[in-house]
């Protein structure tokens, strides 16, 4: 068995719940995450020179997972803009309404590709701005924009009072203040 082989191994036995939860975040939807998860261990492994340890792996495959839902993302956009010219759209049911939800999957769902990627990077990883914007590839203010707009949106649709917010942020400062930055 080949060294890699053998971080395969571990990685799918101790770090596959782990990563079907990391990919669970960015799209909200257990089969897709694990569809994720499989294709990304696939992807990342394929083409397995220097993995030498899990942990290492890990990182690859996280990388992966994000860089496959957003292009996946890109793709459903693209489909979803030139639908029309394949079919006529159907009508849609006079009775279907927006249901608001105040879980927090369901507000993840409401954000942005973009968005989502850098919420799950900041406070799922806890990955400073920089890093996050090394990460996907985007500027520092870029990121700053998408986690503004999606703490404000999570905001209006979890009803957050920004007096709560406040007091949990300083906590969060308080806790870890090493790996966040302004």
């Known amino acids: 068995m080949t060294a890699w082989e053998g971080v395969l191994e571990r990685l799918v036995v101790e770090r596959r719940s ?7 975040v960015l799209c909200a939807d257990r089969a897709a995450a694990e569809d994720l998860v499989h294709d990304a261990i696939i992807r990342t ?10 942990a290492h792996a890990e990182g690859y ?3 992966t997972i994000r860089t496959q839902y957003l292009n996946g993302r890109r793709h459903d956009a693209v489909l979803r803009r030139k639908r029309h010219l394949l079919v006529a759209a159907p009508a849609a049911a006079a009775d279907v309404g927006v249901v608001e939800q105040a879980d927090l999957r369901a507000a993840l769902a409401e954000l942005r ?5 850098c919420v799950l990077l900041r406070f799922y ?10 990460e996907l590839q985007i500027g520092v203010g870029t ?11 999570l905001r209006g ?3 957050v009072d920004d007096a709560d917010l406040e007091v949990e942020t300083m906590s ?11």
């Open 18 to 24: 782990t990563l079907v939860g990391y990919a669970f």
């Open 143 to 153: 990121v700053k924009r998408y986690l503004f707009n999606a703490t404000r949106r």
């Open 45 to 54: 492994f394929s083409r397995a020179t220097g993995l030498k340890d899990v």
């Open 113 to 117: 590709p973009q968005e989502r990627a």
């Open 157 to 159: 649709i979890l009803e």
């Open 172 to 182: 969060a400062r308080v806790t870890s203040p090493e790996r966040r930055t302004r």
């Open 61 to 63: 495959v996280k990388r």
């Open 125 to 134: 990883d806890g990955l400073a701005l920089a890093e996050i914007a090394a």
